[in-house]
Each structure stands twice: as structure tokens, then as C-alpha cells.
């Protein structure tokens, strides 16, 4: 199959939708399928080269802006839009995205859902008439439901299928300012209408999206991510001392001061001696005060030498994170879709502990490395992980345990395979 992959990128740090769609069209492309990913808006971070390393930017960041805030920019001719779309430029925005103004994303928002009711139209005609030199694709693929506007506009532009992946959207769009969260969940639900399938990253997630979209029995499918990790073959590292880690970007969602307090309240305790807490992942200009904030708390409890933090690592970086840690937490306040981290902990034998809400009960029923804990109860989180702190052989137990299962069920080519069959389905029908 012939399959366009169109992904957002961020520009700055690591996003997990861009590392699995990445990976997906890798994956996609070693199946001897004719795989092509197109960026939108920034250049994207992943941990892997891209596959498709030459094909341009389309949405590009800037202009996207100031053709929702000046009609001027609409019309201005194609080799000054070009200009902005540069990767100097588009690296410089997305350095300064939080100058944005919650009513701007609002505003944006909306009227790329609306497609050709929208502001940035000719935008999208640009991509329409790029995919149309490209040669007619079998399916394109959008990354997230927020680029629904733009896959319903090239289904009636091409006369080709769309299928829209959904991988933590809501969270996004309940935080846009009002009006413009009500009126983006209208818009999106009138533009679901012309996607022919969801690819849901998780039961959990596939059931939420179903129900705030009204979309009908059988047009969500579940294809859980996979990840390069698994199954390459790598040793879990003892540490020395006793190791909690974060890996998730550096954000009160995700659950770091959750976190935070709870290595505080077990050092209280003194049970695990000479405790460490390691924290990484992906951190924005935006979450540099709230990072500052949590080291202001620990430096008050006296416990700042005993964490490190590693903003926006490498995947070198990465693998021997999660190698040296006793134990992986993301302790997430929010509904997360799936939680890339879970199977990358468990991929190098590091066992997680992780809230019973959202897709993580999902994710280690099939995972098993793992244990969950009430976020409902006082002190869960903290009891969850002294056991395991204290309990080492029962933590390399689950490690082990964790690894088998997700060389089972998270590999790249297990969700390759399944996108696949998704859209082997869609052509058929």
C-alpha cells in the first residue's frame, strides 16, 4: 500500500506521538509497504532519523499564525511563505511558543478543524497539490483527531480514505479557553463524520473518544504502540542505590510533584537507604518554573543532592536511564491514552508502578511488569513503590516478567502489522 503519514511536530523537545509515528512508518516501510511521512507545523523531534528525510513542511508554524491574525498573510506569495517555513525560524517559534496567548490556540485551533472554512487555507490547498504531484496515496493517515479538518478536506480533494489515529487529544482541547473548547469539540464531531477510521491507542482511550464524538460501533479500532526497545536485547543495570525514575515530559499533568512528595515522604521514612531519584524527559521553556519550583522544594527538605534531572535526552540517553533505575513511575493526574514509558521501562527490565485510572490497567494486563495503586488513597503511590524499594528480588521478578510480555504484545512490527490491517480493511470496505 501507498500510505501518507501526516504528523504535528513540536520543534523543541521529544513528543511521544511523533517518536510512535516515527516508528510507525519505519516499521510500515520494512513490511514493503510504500510509507511516506509529511510534517506539519514544526520540525519533528523523534529518537530515530526520519524515514522520509526530504519532503518538506506543510502548516508551517509561523505563517499558520499570521495568517489567522492578518488576512495580508493569505495572500502573500509563496517563496515569502517559504521563507518563514525555515528551520531556523521554526525552531526559534517553537522556542518561544508559550508567547502564545491561550485565546491565539484557541483561535488556531479552530479553524484548522474547520479546513476550508479556515484561515490557513491555503495551506491546505498547498498540501492537497503536494500529495496530488506525490501520486494518489492508497490511504492517508492523520496523527491526532485536531488534524481531522485537514484529513476530511483531502478525502474530498483526492477521493482517498483517511484514517485518524487517537492518542490524547481531549486533554488538549478541555484546556482551550472558552468558548473556543465547546465550539473545537463541535467541529471535531462534525469532521469525524468524514474520517473512515479511528485507530485508538488503547481500549481505554478508543471508549473516551467514542463517546465525546458520538462515533458509531465499529469505526475505532485498537492498535496498542509499540516500541524500538523492545525486544533489542537490553540488560537491566543494578544500580547502586536505590533508584526511582521519571521519564515523561517535565509537567505537573504527568505527575512529577506527585512524584516529588512521595520520594520526599520516603526519605522521611528511612527505610530505603540512600534513596535517588532520577528525573527526564522532554522540557519546554513553559515548564522550566514549574521544574524550578519542585528543586526549590526538595532543596528545602535538604534532598536536592539526591536527584538528578535530565531534561530532553537522547535516545542513547534514554536507554541507559531506564537501564540503571530500580524502579519507573509516571504518576499521571490525567486521563493518559497509553503511556509510551510503561513499555520502555519494561522493555530493559525496570519494573513500573502506575495509578489505576486511565490506559495503564490495560497497558499491564497485557504488560505484567508492573504494579498499580490507588490515586484516590493517601500515601498509595509512596507504599507501592517502598515495597518494591524495598523488595529488590520481587522488583527484578516483575522486570523480567514485564519484558517477556512486551516482546510479546509492543512490538513495532505487532503495531505496523496492525495499522495495516486497519487500512487493508478501510480499502475493502
Not at 504502540?225 to 521519564?247: C, D, K, Q, R, W
Request: net charge negative.
Amino acid at each position: 500500500m501507498k500510505i501518507v503519514q501526516i504528523t504535528a511536530g513540536t520543534g523543541n523537545f521529544h513528543c511521544g506521538n511523533c517518536v510512535r509515528d516515527n516508528a510507525l512508518v519505519s516499521e510500515l516501510q520494512k513490511l514493503g509497504h510504500e510509507a511516506l511521512m509529511v510534517p506539519l507545523y514544526l520540525p519533528m523531534v523523534t529518537d530515530e532519523p526520519a524515514p522520509t528525510p526530504h519532503v518538506p513542511l506543510f502548516y508551517g508554524g509561523i505563517n499558520v499564525y499570521l495568517q489567522q491574525k492578518s488576512a495580508l498573510f493569505r495572500w502573500t506569495p509563496r517563496w515569502l511563505d517559504a521563507l518563514l517555513d525555515s528551520d531556523r525560524l521554526l525552531h526559534w517559534a517553537a522556542d518561544h511558543s508559550g508567547m502564545t496567548r491561550a485565546k491565539d490556540l484557541g483561535e488556531i485551533t479552530l479553524s484548522t478543524l474547520r479546513g476550508e472554512e479556515g484561515r490557513q487555507v491555503k495551506e491546505l490547498e498547498r498540501l492537497i497539490e503536494w500529495l496530488r504531484e506525490y501520486g494518489r496515496p492508497d490511504a492517508v493517515m492523520v496523527s491526532n483527531a485536531l488534524l481531522a479538518g485537514i484529513g476530511s478536506a483531502i478525502r474530498r480533494a483526492l477521493d482517498v480514505p483517511v484514517i485518524c489515529t487517537l492518542q490524547g487529544e481531549d486533554g488538549f482541547l478541555d484546556t482551550l479557553v472558552a468558548p473556543y473548547s465547546d465550539e473545537a469539540w463541535k467541529t471535531l464531531a462534525d469532521r469525524a463524520r468524514d474520517i473512515d477510521a479511528f485507530i485508538a491507542v488503547s481500549r481505554y482511550y478508543g471508549g473516551l473518544m467514542s463517546g465525546r464524538l458520538n462515533l458509531p460501533d465499529g469505526k475505532v479500532h485498537v492498535v496498542h504502540n509499540g516500541s524500538g526497545l523492545v525486544g533489542a536485547g537490553l540488560e537491566h543495570l543494578e544500580p547502586e542505590f536505590p533508584t526511582i525514575g521519571y521519564l515523561a515530559r517535565l509537567c505537573r499533568d504527568k505527575g512529577l510533584e506527585t512524584l516529588v512528595d512521595a520520594f520526599i515522604d520516603l526519605k522521611r521514612a528511612g527505610r530505603a537507604k540512600n534513596l535517588q531519584l532520577r528525573v527526564a524527559g522532554a522540557m519546554t521553556p513553559s515548564d522550566q518554573p514549574f521544574v524550578n519550583r519542585l528543586c526549590e522544594k526538595l532543596s528545602a527538605h535538604d534532598l536536592l543532592g539526591d536527584v538528578e534531572v535530565h531534561p530532553n535526552i537522547s535516545l542513547e540517553e534514554k536507554v541507559e536511564f531506564l537501564r540503571g533505575l530500580t524502579v519507573l513511575s509516571v504518576p499521571a493526574t490525567y486521563g493518559e491514552a497509553f503511556g509510551l514509558y510503561v513499555i520502555e521501562a519494561l522493555a530493559v527490565g525496570t519494573p513500573v508502578v502506575q495509578p489505576y485510572h486511565a490506559a495503564f490497567p490495560e497497558v499491564l494486563e497485557l504488560a505484567k511488569g508492573g504494579t498499580l495503586y490507588d490515586p484516590s488513597r493517601p500515601g498509595g503511590l509512596t507504599e507501592a513503590l517502598e515495597e518494591l524499594l524495598m523488595d529488590r528480588a520481587k522488583a527484578r521478578s516483575l522486570g523480567e516478567a514485564g519484558r517477556r510480555a512486551v516482546e510479546e504484545h509492543f512490538t513495532l512490527r505487532r503495531m505496523a502489522e496492525g495499522v495495516a490491517a486497519v487500512a487493508e480493511k478501510v480499502l475493502s470496505a
